[in-house]
């Protein structure tokens, strides 16, 4: 290990003292704009590193992926598997399903909005009305048309005539908290079997006079193993994904 190190430094040192040899260097400056033209460009890479900034967080609030991981982080507590399964592992199957049920959303807003405007047929602002227009008709659909109705009566507007009129700022909040519901609605249905699972064994060990016995520790694999027989996986994630409209 020690002789590569020593080799690599040597060709380090050897490039370095080479004449021939040039270093780029870079340089950033700082100037007010001219024209219109450079403070127009200037926002649009302003509003291009905002998106990437704010990207994680549009996935969280404009995709399924609040349902998926709310409902795995019921399940698990449910089943009283404390970190089985990780916590990573949960996040990144909800991703890998959010992606899979948001691919034809995804699939349209590109053609629709963003292939034609890196052909310059559109410019940047239809470009984003219709990329938009996808992910805005798949979370009203799966929104509750009370939650839509708070957020206008919030902000004191006119109920709209058409799904054009409904601003982003109203689907965005309305949706999260239609998932978030949709979530709980899922997760007390999940928490009722495993519930009777952990009172029956409570009931049997008390009648035999094992109250110092924790009952989870004797429910726990029962519940795993009604979990599996089920085939608990398909069930939960077939069900899930034919819960989204």
């Given at each position: ?25 870079m340089s950033f ?16 890479v302003l509003v ?144 009722l079997p495993f ?51």
């Open positions: 290990m020690l002789k590569y190190l020593f080799l690599f430094l040597t060709l380090g040192s050897a490039l370095f003292a080479a004449e021939s040899v040039t270093i780029p260097t400056n700082l100037a007010a704009p001219q024209t219109p033209q450079q403070l127009v460009s200037s926002l649009n291009v590193l905002t998106l990437l900034f704010l990207a994680p967080s549009m996935v969280l609030v404009m995709t399924t992926f609040t349902r998926f991981i709310i409902v795995f982080g019921f399940l698990r507590q449910a089943m009283g598997t404390q970190q089985v399964p990780p916590t990573q592992l949960l996040v990144m199957l909800a991703m890998i399903l959010t992606f899979f049920v948001m691919e034809p959303v995804g699939t349209k807003a590109y053609d629709n909005g963003i292939k034609p405007y890196i052909a310059e047929k559109i410019g940047y602002e239809e470009a984003f009305t219709r990329t938009a227009l996808p992910f805005k008709n798949f979370m009203i659909r799966n929104t509750r048309e009370k939650d839509l109705a708070l957020f206008f009566r919030i902000r004191k507007m006119q109920n709209p005539q058409s799904v054009a009129d409904v601003p982003l700022s109203i689907v965005i909040p309305a949706f999260v908290i239609s998932e978030m519901k949709t979530a709980f609605e899922i997760g007390f249905l999940i928490f519930l009777v699972i952990d009172m029956v064994v409570a009931s049997i060990l008390m009648s035999m006079g094992m109250m110092m016995l924790p009952p989870v520790m004797i429910s726990l694999p029962f519940k795993v193993l009604v979990f599996v027989l089920i085939d608990g996986w398909n069930l939960l994630i077939g069900n899930l994904i034919a819960s989204i409209k």
